[in-house]
C-alpha cells in the first residue's frame, strides 16, 4: 500500500512538472479574413484577443477568451431604386464582432519551450453591422453562436520564466446573420500573434 | 528589456484596434441623395398633364427650431463667402433641369400646374424624422413657407429638401406632394456649392419620370 501510494505520489509530481505551467494569460493582435463576403471583404488588421488559460496536464488545457475585430469594406456611389424611392449613395460597411468563448487545448508535445497545440473554441458573437452614408448611419445587431477550430503554439521564453509567446491560425463561424441587410452567416480565417504571461 | 515588450506590444495592439469608424473626409466626399414620389399619381403619369410651375426666384426655405416662421427663409446674403452665391444657383439649376423636361416656368397669376418647394432644414434629423403628411391643408403658396412635422429628436444634419406640390388637382386646400429630394448633409461637405448643384442634379437624374413627354 505504502509503495503504491508513492509510486502514486511520484506520477503526479511528474505530471505537473512536465505540462507547460499552471496558467497562463495572453493578448492577441488578430488578422481577420472574411471568407463570406456579402457584407465586408477586405482583411482587417484591427481585432484583439484576451484570455486565460489553465493548463490541466501535459496535453489539456482549458480557457476562455474574449475577442474584439472590426471589418469593413466600401460600396462605391451607386443609385438603389425601390418602389417609390430612390437614393444614391457611397456606403462604408462596418462589421464589429465581438466574442466570448470557451476553449479546450491539446498539446502535441508534453515538453519543452516550443509546444504546437490545437484548440477548439465555442461561444457567443455579438455583431453590430453598421452602415455609414455621408453624415448618416444606421445599425443593426445580433448575437449568435460562434465556433473556432484553432492551430497555433506556445514559446515559453526560458524554463518557469513567464514570459512567452503565441501564434495561431484559425478559421471562425458564426450564425449571426441580418434579413434586412442580406447578410448571410460570417465565417473567416484568422492569424493571431501574440503574448504569454506564464504563471509557474 | 522583457518590461519594455510588456508595455509596447499592448500598446501596438491597441493602436491597431483603432480607426473603428471611416474618416469625416472620405464620408464627406459626396452627397446623399434620396427622393420619392407618390406612386398613384406617377402610375398615372401626372407629370405629362402638367405645363408650368411656379418657384421663387431669389429666397430658398430654412427651418430651423427656434426660427421665427417670418424669417423661415435664405438669401445670397446668407453666403456671401461663396463666390457666386449660393441660393440663385441652386434654383438656377432645378428651374434648368425642369425646362429641360419640358415645363414652363410662370408667375403666380398665370394658375401654375404645380409648385416647387426648396428648404433647408436643420437641426432635424433626417429620413425618418421629417415626416411631411401625404398631403397638408393649405398651401401657403409662393410667398409663404410651412414647417414639416417633425416626430422625433434633435439631431446635427442640415439637408436640403426640394418638392413638387401638385397645384392643379388640389382640393380646397389639400395640396399633395408629389415628389420630394432629400439632400444632404450640407454641414459636413467641404465643398458646400458644387456638391449641392452635383446633388440636385443627381436628384432629377434618378427621377426619370419627372416629364413633360
Known sequence: ?200 | MKSKILYIVPLALLLGACELQPQSGELARDMVVQTQYDQPSVAADIFSTYNTFIIREDTIGYVKRGVNPDEAYVTDANFTGIAGGYVKPIIALTKGNLSERGFIQVAEEDDPDFAVNIVILEDFSFFQTVNYLPSYGGYYGYYGYYFPVVSTYYSQYASMVIEIVDIKNATGTDYKVIWKAFIGDLYTTFDLKGKTLEAIDQAFVQSPYISKD
Open chain 1, 1 to 200: 500500500m505504502r509503495i503504491l501510494a508513492i509510486s502514486f505520489f511520484v506520477l503526479i509530481c511528474a505530471v505537473t512538472q512536465a505540462q507547460i505551467a499552471e496558467s497562463g494569460f495572453h493578448i492577441n493582435w488578430t488578422i481577420v479574413k472574411p471568407t463570406t463576403t456579402d457584407f465586408v471583404s477586405k482583411t482587417s488588421s484591427r481585432g484583439v484577443r484576451v484570455g486565460f488559460t489553465k493548463f490541466i496536464n501535459e496535453q489539456f488545457g482549458a480557457g476562455i477568451e474574449g475577442g474584439f475585430n472590426v471589418l469593413d469594406d466600401y460600396v462605391p456611389r451607386q443609385t438603389y431604386v425601390q418602389p417609390g424611392s430612390a437614393i444614391t449613395t457611397d456606403i462604408f460597411n462596418y462589421m464589429y464582432n465581438y466574442t466570448l468563448t470557451a476553449n479546450g487545448q491539446y498539446y502535441f508535445k508534453k515538453s519543452g519551450l516550443f509546444v504546437p497545440y490545437a484548440a477548439l473554441h465555442a461561444g457567443v458573437m455579438f455583431t453590430e453591422y453598421t452602415l455609414f452614408y455621408n453624415a448618416y448611419s444606421e445599425s443593426e445587431n445580433k448575437t449568435g453562436f460562434v465556433v473556432r477550430p484553432e492551430l497555433g503554439a506556445l514559446y515559453r521564453v526560458k524554463t518557469y520564466g513567464s514570459l512567452g509567446f503565441k501564434a495561431a491560425v484559425g478559421y471562425e463561424y458564426a450564425t449571426n446573420k441580418s434579413e434586412n441587410y442580406n447578410i448571410g452567416n460570417f465565417s473567416g480565417l484568422n492569424v493571431q500573434f501574440g503574448i504569454v504571461l506564464f504563471n509557474n
